[in-house]
């Protein structure tokens, strides 16, 4: 007779066959930096490339991706693992035809799943892999558990930085935090840095050299430059509007930056040894750090 564990390895192993989406990761080292906002837009770019989006806010409590977009959802993570409901009741639907997923308490409560409820998940899980392209994933700021086993799961991790120098000192607590998570691994692990509300590119570039001097110097792990993004007024008058600046105002500085960071991601091969794995190799990671099956 086959045991639980056999089953719900076979299970897993059979739905791994199936395409993976490629999962990208935004985090921070301190809040208040604009990340959700980077998130939302960058989704919508990479939509109108013709990739298919879902975002997934997994910034616990704060509902940064519903109130950018001015929807609140009716079921989240939660639901989904806990209440019985289907993938397609906790995806709500957002503007441009992109997708996203509350996070609600699903993904804090990982440790309470039992066997059935880890094979529902995974199930699901393989079904949203094969409707979507790209899963962004919204993280909360800072080196939270949570956070850091999303940035380490992920295909692709982007951190968002300013000229604040609190942010600056945050994010290196971040790559610090991430490169002693990694301590050991023999393949090197890459962060892609953005820096937002710069003056131009330049500012930008500098920001990223002053950040990397000091990672190239104390730490292993990778710091690349993905792009900045200008201090924009027409994206703030957006986030106040609940409207992405990507729809409100399509020509603004902002989203002429954000369409060539999405152009780059869209075509991104990713960094390492690592191959695409998916959400449910990222949930199947996540439940493995926290329970340890």
Known sequence: MIDQASHLRSIIKKNQQSPASKVITVTSGKGGVGKSSISVNLAIQLQKLGNRIIIMDADFGLANIEVMLGIRPVYNLADLIFKGRKLNEIIT???????????????????????????????????????????????????????????????????????????????????????????????????????????????????????????????????????AVPQDALLSKAVLRQMPVSLSSPKAPSVQALRQIAAVLGDYEITGSKQAGGIRMLFRNLIKGKTGR
């Open 93 to 227: 639907q957002g503007p441009e035809g992109i997708g996203f997923i509350s996070g609600g308490s699903g993904i804090q409560e990982l440790t309470r799943l039992t066997n059935d409820q880890i094979i529902g998940l995974n199930q699901s899980l393989c079904l949203l892999d094969e409707m979507t392209d790209i899963i962004i994933i919204d993280t909360g700021a800072g080196i939270g558990d949570s956070v850091m086993e999303f940035a380490c799961s992920s295909d692709e991790t982007i951190l968002v930085v300013t000229p604040d120098p609190t942010s600056i000192t945050d994010a290196y607590a971040v790559l610090k935090a991430l490169d002693k998570k990694f301590e050991g691994d023999s393949v090197q692990f890459t962060i892609k840095m953005l820096a937002n509300r710069v003056e131009n590119y330049k500012e930008g570039k500098e920001l990223y050299n002053k950040l990397s001097v000091v990672v190239n110097k104390f730490l292993k792990i990778k710091l690349e430059f993905l792009g």
